[in-house]
């Protein structure tokens, strides 16, 4: 049984985590570029972020917004 785990350590120490060790050793050298993936990641937030906002504020303009206190039958 301790093989097992052993062998689940080996994967994600040496196959798994090669991009984290590769940004781990990049960041001395260049914040940016080891951030890169971060600003990604916001980025696609934002956007996502900006989209949904949209939609909903395109409901609520058509009145298509369904404002009920009770979220279900069972509450009343």
């Known amino acids: 049984m301790k093989a097992f785990f052993e062998g ?31 600003f990604i990641f916001m980025i696609i937030c934002a956007a996502a972020m900006v989209y949904w906002i949209k939609q909903l504020k395109l409901h609520k303009d058509n009145n298509e917004e369904y404002q009920d206190t009770t979220a279900h039958s069972f509450f009343k």
């Open 8 to 38: 689940i350590q080996w994967l994600f120490e040496n196959i798994f985590f090669i991009p984290q060790n590769f940004l781990r050793k990049l960041e001395p050298n260049s914040w940016f570029g080891a951030n890169t993936i971060n």
